[in-house]
Nanobody, 115 residues
Framework: QVQLVESGGGLVQPGGSLRLSCAAS????????MSWHRQNPGKERELVAL????????TYADSVKGRFTISRDNAKNTVYLQMNSLKPEDTAVYYC????????WGQGTQVTVSS
């Protein structure tokens, strides 16, 4: 069955960096575009970044453009999100998924940006 396991979140000060990882299994990873999303309680899930099958094309939400970088390793079935210059408004639970997204979502990883 499909599994998406996010990791790498934590508490970081404004201006700091984190690298999130998402280990995927249960489907042919290299055949799907992948995405990162984030969500806060009571708010809709927000698309943060997309990456194409080969990794050659990436797309970002305006709110993270220039600060976040999505990448993937098809040999490891893993997608990454490098987050730099973090702001308090980046605080959220971060999730990965395919793109278009599947109904299944992993448990996410909490990112808290606070001094």
């Amino acid at each position: 069955q499909v599994q998406l396991v996010e990791s790498g979140g934590g508490l970081v000060q404004p201006g700091g960096s984190l690298r999130l990882s998402c280990a995927a299994s249960g489907f042919t990873f290299r055949s799907y575009a992948m995405s990162w999303h984030r969500q806060n309680p009571g708010k809709e899930r927000e698309l943060v970044a997309l990456i194409s099958l080969s990794g050659g094309t990436t797309t970002y939400a305006d709110s993270v453009k220039g600060r976040f970088t999505i990448s993937r390793d098809n040999a490891k079935n893993t997608v990454y999100l490098q987050m730099n210059s973090l702001k308090p408004e980046d605080t959220a639970v971060y999730y990965c998924n395919t793109y278009p997204t599947r109904a299944y979502w992993g448990q996410g990883t909490q990112v808290t940006v606070s001094s």
